[in-house]
């Protein structure tokens, strides 16, 4: 387990009219973010679920801002729409995710799977005279209906309404404006944004933004949201932290889903990267890769600060924001390696067909939405966030 605490970092202050005023720092609004991560997101359940059980006797929800992308929106929303009820919340989301099947995600028979891939070995043998139109490499229909099935999205405004919840947002990234949109429910108070490719939309959280926050690029077909497709809002949202910024936080929790120890480069000529290996690499990147690039910035912004005089600080417009990061303690790709077999035998032969097969587990670590596997990453994230007890005291009752 990694708890990464930088030294209480500052963040941007002049984010828009909604943000923290300089002269309100007495409340203290702790934002949640759970970033994307796909079958990975059950590692978030865990820390939640220690979360619950440290703060003990007190039930309230101590995350009035809750921000999710992908896999991570989805466990936001739950979060979310029991604000009002955190240990409920909690209780639901490992129900969710300890009950899961690839098969309530997308359609694991043989003849779909075959069809997408045909759709796409068409349209490039036949050099795009054949109009296959392929979308996707999986067809995530069934959860389309799961979610919609399980969900209780009409208690985030319960929760809004009895001040448990400032305000929830999940991202999805626009194809045709090339930016990320952040979707907002939140108090009346909180306006929309508007910066270069990024903006936050207030709007009544539904299923489609769920679905439109998790579209993992090419394996998951885009959603339609209004007049636009969106895809995985990971691969436009360049400040991933701001979004809990707009939405009034003045500290922030994050809940990673990949640990930070770097690969050793090989000892002898690698072999060339097959597509699925580059296909992990680039999920990897978008899940994490620029959030730790915000954390970082947050961080120096903090060091700067330090270098100001006290008199002078009101006049930078920036603001102290505290944060707490928790990252799984293992390579999720090890976990991957002794569950990968419990992957439906089509997905397996497409991740083969992909080279997305041994190796490097990345891409199969994305898709094994089962039990087994679902079950030890979040007993992972729940070991994880009892060890890192005394950091989540003190950053919750600071």
């Keep these: 387990m990694e708890v990464f605490v930088p030294d209480s970092g500052h963040y941007l202050h002049s984010l828009g009219k909604n ?13 949640l973010i759970l970033p994307g991560g796909g079958a990975r997101g059950a590692y978030q359940v865990g820390v939640l679920k220690a979360i619950g059980e440290i703060r003990g006797e007190h039930k309230e929800n101590p995350f009035p801002v809750i921000c999710g992308t992908s896999a991570g929106a989805i466990n936001a929303a739950v979060m979310a729409s029991h ?33 997408s891939g045909m759709r796409f070995a068409a349209t490039l043998l036949s050099g795009g005279l054949i109009a296959a139109n392929p979308r996707a490499f999986l067809d995530n229909t069934p959860l389309r209906g799961f979610l919609q099935q399980t969900l209780r999205l009409e208690g985030v405004q319960t929760a809004l309404a009895q001040g448990a919840l400032r305000g929830v947002a999940v991202t999805a990234s626009g194809y045709t404006s090339a ?14 944004w ?49 979004p809990a910024i707009h939405l009034g936080a003045t500290s922030i929790l994050v809940i990673g889903t990949r640990d930070e120890k770097p690969d050793l480069p090989p000892d002898s000529p690698a072999e ?22 915000d954390l970082a910035r947050m961080k120096r912004i903090n060091n700067t600060l330090r270098l100001v005089p006290d008199d002078k600080r009101d006049q930078t417009g920036l603001t102290e924001i505290e944060s707490l990061v928790i990252k799984p303690s293992k390579d999720l790709r090890d976990i991957t390696r002794a569950h990968v077999h419990e992957i439906p035998r089509s997905v397996q032969i497409l991740l083969r067909t992909l080279g997305g097969w041994g190796r490097d587990w990345r891409m199969a670590s994305y898709l094994l939405f089962e039990s087994a596997y679902c079950g030890e990453l979040i007993d992972l994230g729940y070991a994880d966030g009892m060890a890192a007890e005394q950091d989540i005291c003190r950053f919750l009752n600071a």
């Design 179 to 192: 930016s990320a949109t952040s979707y907002f429910q939140a108090q009346q108070d909180i306006a929309g």
């Design 19 to 31: 943000t923290v005023n300089m002269q309100q720092k007495t409340t203290r609004n702790t934002a």
């Design 83 to 115: 604000a009002h009820e955190f240990v409920v919340g909690i209780e639901r989301l490992e129900r969710f995710w300890r009950s899961m099947r690839c098969e309530r995600v997308y359609r694991t028979d043989a003849w779909t799977v075959l069809q």
């Design 272 to 293: 060339y990267p097959s597509a699925g290996e580059i296909g992990g690499y680039l999920m990897d990147t978008i899940f994490m890769d620029t959030l730790n690039a």
């Design 194 to 242: 508007e910066r270069p490719r990024r903006r936050g939309v207030a709007a009544t959280l539904e299923v489609s933004h769920l679905l439109a926050s998790s579209a993992l690029p090419l394996i998951f077909p885009a959603e339609r949201i209004g007049n636009e497709f969106f895809g995985d809002g990971g691969m436009r949202l360049v400040a991933p932290l701001s």
